[in-house]
């Protein structure tokens, strides 16, 4: 088969080459993104800037002072609001209680024009709904984290989506020059990465302690992209004779 067969792949023909190298670089780029996204999304979540262990045991677990409603427009819908005076209307009106009567007056209008765009009762992104003081009412709660719905929600997309792709990169590995130990090595280890980076967000639901591995499994997953797009571009533009 024609991992057995050791031929570098710098001896491709030109064209092959550019495709191989050109899909590796976006399969890099790809993963960059994805990082980049999850640092802007989760990085306020405590409200500090910079992606910390407190930041992902809120996210996962929840936080003891506050609502869903806070964490959410601290963290991911701080950016949506319109104005920085909505932003801290609302964090006021949720600091006095988040009262049915506040909402109607003020707040409403405010998710009305940054909000509702997105979580209205037709879109319902993520499955949210703000449109009146009943919908919002759920989130006014106790904050417990990620719900176990939206957990098998993003686990499903995130499996389908991350592993055909590290399948493929295995399979170029393979393809190349390296010892077959370091090839099967780096395999492994990179559906590995996979299993824990998913497995860790159902851990750190389970318990805060578990966060620790939630930073692992992506530290792995990265490590696991980098070394499965760099390998072959090596082999094909730098590797020696």
């Keep these: 088969m024609f991992w057995n067969d050791t031929k570098p792949l710098r001896t491709l ?54 609502t869903a409603m806070e964490k959410s427009i601290d963290a991911s819908m701080r950016g949506y609001f319109a104005t920085d005076n909505d932003y801290n209307a609302t964090k006021e ?46 989130y006014l709660e106790k904050d417990t984290g990620k719900s176990i719905s939206r957990l098998v929600q993003v686990s499903h997309t995130h499996v389908l989506a991350t592993a055909p792709l590290v399948f493929i990169l295995v399979l170029i590995l393979f393809m190349t020059s390296y010892p077959m130990k370091f090839k099967s090595a780096a395999a492994i280890f990179s559906f590995c990465a996979v299993f824990l980076d998913i497995g860790s967000w159902w851990l750190a639901k389970l318990h805060p302690g578990f966060a620790v591995l939630v930073m692992i499994g992506g530290m792995s997953l990265g490590a696991s992209f980098g070394l499965l797009a760099l390998a072959p571009l090596y082999e094909m533009w730098l590797k020696k004779k």
Excluded at 24 to 39: D, M, R, T
Excluded at 93 to 118: H, M, Q, R, T, V
């Design 13 to 66: 023909q030109t064209g092959p080459k550019i495709a191989l190298s050109l899909f590796l670089i976006l399969a890099g780029i790809g993963y960059l993104l994805g990082f980049f996204n999850i640092l802007l999304k989760y990085q306020m979540v405590d409200g500090t800037p910079g992606l910390s262990m407190k930041d992902v045991q809120i996210t996962y677990y929840g936080s003891t002072d506050k």
């Design 93 to 138: 009106w949720l600091s006095d209680g988040a009262s049915e009567k506040g909402w109607d007056s003020d707040i409403k209008k405010i998710f009305d024009k940054s909000c509702n765009s997105c979580h209205s009762s037709d879109a319902q992104v993520a499955g949210v709904v703000t449109e009146t003081y009943d919908d919002v009412s759920v």
